[in-house]
């Protein structure tokens, strides 16, 4: 690994002796097992089997330069140190973003002590540890957390401009934009990237100072806790002529699916008599590649193929099949995390959670 990207933070000297996760959970136990099973602590080539299956086509693997940990393991200084991935620190020690043409890049704080952090009506604090006693040392208050300080007047942690560094966008070497999220989503303090990806749920976030919810770490999208964000999908019926119509309307700011491996499918199926009668499926996908087809990222330069559900799009589409009364309609919107038509060249035939077809939002519609 000669190019590996360094970022050395540690929270006090606490750390440098243990792990983060042993350090960390001593305070905020509840955060920390979310974080554990979620794609930002599982994001090397170590945990993210999908990941590995690229990483392991891509040109820069023979020279040992894993590029890629830039965002998927930016806190390490060692081969051996990847497979920490993204770190507590990670996140709470993004100062600013700064914006470039192919990509963004998170500007780390020099103070590792401090972490930034987000919470309502605390926007202009900054809150070091410290012990207050009153009534002769009968009464203790305790202030702050005695691991790090907490700054809270980040306004970037609050319109959730610090996850554009990472999430914003990336060309290749061609100039070629292989994805781009978009600055919508991280503008507006009451929904942004954060409020969708990282709902309030219950829970206190630490054990030093109760709160009835805290901010999900598990981080919901299409590879985990893809429930959480149902809500921003809406699918509806309504008859039309001889046939009917099924609108599918994505919500967010945002492509519905923003990976280019990304396929989503509508499905579509009559239920009469007990039996499911399957419609036409509408696929929804963002392919690239050149000219000779579909392609790797690092070779692509043009979109082939796009019919994906853009930001705030709502799309109808039309069955000529004629409907009975008592028929119900059960409608579909689901995915695959690879398109079925890489996973051979990417190896993956037989690996169970590329090979799945989630079901994001069903709903059922009575013929009248």
Known sequence: MKKILLLAVALSSLIVAKSEMETCVKCHPTIV???????????????????????????SKAKGDYNCAECHAPNAKAEEEVKEGITCTTCHTIKDVEEHKSKNKNVYAKDAKTLYSAEAGRESEKVAYKQESSWFGMNKTTVGSPYHDID?????????????????HRENSHEFM????????????????????????????????HSQKHAFHGFAGARKHPEMLTQYVELNFKKIGNGFEVSVENKAPHNFMLHPLRVAELRVNIIRGGKA????????VKAIGNDEGPSMPWLATKVVQDTMLKAKE???????????????????????????????????????????FTVLKQKYFDVE
């Open 178 to 209: 292989l994805c781009e999220t978009g600055k919508e989503g991280a503008k507006d303090k009451k929904e942004n990237c954060i409020t969708c990806h990282m709902p309030k749920v219950e829970g206190s976030a630490t054990t030093i100072r």
């Open 314 to 356: 709502k799309k109808s589409i039309s069955y000529s099949d004629a409907l009975q009364k008592g028929d119900k309609i059960e409608v579909q919107l689901g995915y695959y995390i690879v398109n079925p038509k890489a996973l051979k060249n990417l190896n993956l035939d037989g690996n169970k959670e590329a090979e799945k």
């Open 277 to 284: 009668i399957p419609l036409k499926t509408e696929t929804f």
């Open 152 to 168: 809270y007047s980040n306004e970037k942690f609050y319109t959730a401009q610090v996850c554009m560094g990472c999430h914003s």
């Open 33 to 59: 097992e979310e974080f554990k099973g979620s794609m930002h602590k599982n994001s090397s080539f170590y945990d993210d089997e999908i990941h590995k299956a690229v990483w392991d086509k891509h040109p």
